[in-house]
């Protein structure tokens, strides 16, 4: 079946350190990927995307590129600030019966400190 | 713009009591709706889609319910709550070319 692994954390990092959060799938067929961010007290919000292989999806400083020969899409930034500090959602749709169907993995809690 | 309003943000229930979820969305009409949940350590699971009023989907067999009873509620339920019903259940609105809009989540603790 459809499934997402990303490292579980809690990740914390010091301002302005590389941020590297890992995601990796299964899926059959070719499924778009995304990363989502839910910071304190919010809804999940899109962050990036990217819907074929190869393609490279950024946003705010955040970058992540759809490797399909290592089926990843892990998520870089730079240098991390304080406002970062939020839960990060690795996820795959696909297409199901009644459309377009979420795969998320479990999450991964930042913490960034000044 | 569109917003998704899901309530209580957090809700402790004891083991056979009955559950009510809510989530309205404003800004849009005729949505598509879904209820998630995340189990611990687990990622997003779909429980249940709705294309429109009193038309549910279930994805997996489980212990809760859902009814569309107006084009812009959804509501999640159960008569008796499961330990195993813990999680973090999350409306999520489609917005068709838009992308999806995402309520806050409510997490449950059945005790």
């Known amino acids: 079946g459809n499934s997402v692994t990303q490292m579980e954390g809690p990740v914390t990092l010091s301002e302005e350190a590389f941020l590297t959060i890992n995601c990796t799938y299964t899926a059959t067929g070719y499924p778009s990927l995304f990363w989502y961010v839910q910071y304190p007290g919010e809804g999940l919000q899109l962050l990036l995307k990217?819907?074929?292989?190869?393609d490279k999806g950024s946003n705010k400083g955040f970058e992540a590129t759809y490797r399909k020969e290592t089926t990843s899409f892990h998520l870089e930034k730079g240098s991390v600030q304080v406002s970062d500090s939020a839960v990060y959602f690795c996820a795959l749709s696909r297409l199901g019966n009644y459309g377009q169907n979420f795969v998320f993995g479990p999450g991964t809690r930042l913490s960034v400190l000044p | 713009s569109q917003t998704i309003h899901q309530w209580p943000a957090t809700l402790v229930q004891p083991v056979g009591s009955p559950l009510s979820l809510e989530c309205t969305v404003e800004?849009?009409?005729?949505?598509?709706l879904y209820w998630y949940r995340q189990a611990a350590g687990r990622g997003l699971q779909l429980l249940f889609y709705?294309?429109?009023?009193?038309?549910i989907s279930s994805e997996v067999p489980q212990n809760l319910s859902a009814s569309r009873p107006q084009d812009r509620q959804f509501i999640l339920s159960s008569k008796k709550l499961l330990l195993s019903d813990s999680g973090f259940y999350l409306c999520v609105c489609d917005r068709g070319a838009h992308g999806y809009t995402f309520g806050s989540g409510t997490r449950l603790t059945v005790v």
């Open positions: 709705s294309v429109g009023i009193g038309q």
């Open positions: 990217a819907t074929k292989a190869d």
């Open positions: 800004g849009t009409s005729n949505p598509n």
